[in-house]
């Protein structure tokens, strides 16, 4: 099991940039498929970012490819999420999340994700 704690939300103008963390607990971090996903008032869950422990690959959602960039630090037991030319439609708040699925590519973006962490908010001004 793995408890997972966000952070580094907050106000910031358009253009600007963020990075959020995910802090996790537990002994095998390293195994798990990581992702990153926003939830905007009135709006569908999106993923963001999902990253597979399986071949090492991170695939991003298509309204933040080439702007966000996903990253873990498995010695660390942290999840990372470097935002940048934020947007005032990346408002919403950000959630980490954990899968024990043995995804690849893209599909890692489809599978179950078993642990959440409590979220975050990213509010950009416009």
């Known amino acids: 099991q793995v408890q997972l704690v966000e952070s580094g939300g907050g106000l910031v103008q358009a253009g600007g940039s963020l990075r959020l963390s995910c802090a996790a607990s537990g002994r095998t971090f390293s195994r798990y498929t990581m992702g990153w996903f926003r939830q905007a008032p009135g709006k569908a869950r999106e993923t963001v970012a999902a990253l597979s422990w399986t071949d090492g690959s991170t695939t991003y959602g298509d309204s933040v490819k080439g702007r966000f960039t996903a990253s873990r630090d498995n010695a660390k037991k942290t999840l990372y999420l470097q935002m940048n030319s934020l947007k005032p439609e990346d408002t919403a708040v950000y959630y980490c999340?954990?899968?024990?699925?043995?995804?690849?590519?893209?599909?890692?973006?489809?599978?179950?994700?078993?642990?959440w962490g409590q979220g975050t908010q990213v509010t950009v001004s416009s």
């Open positions: 999340a954990a899968s024990t699925s043995n995804c690849r590519g893209s599909a890692c973006s489809r599978v179950p994700y078993e642990y």
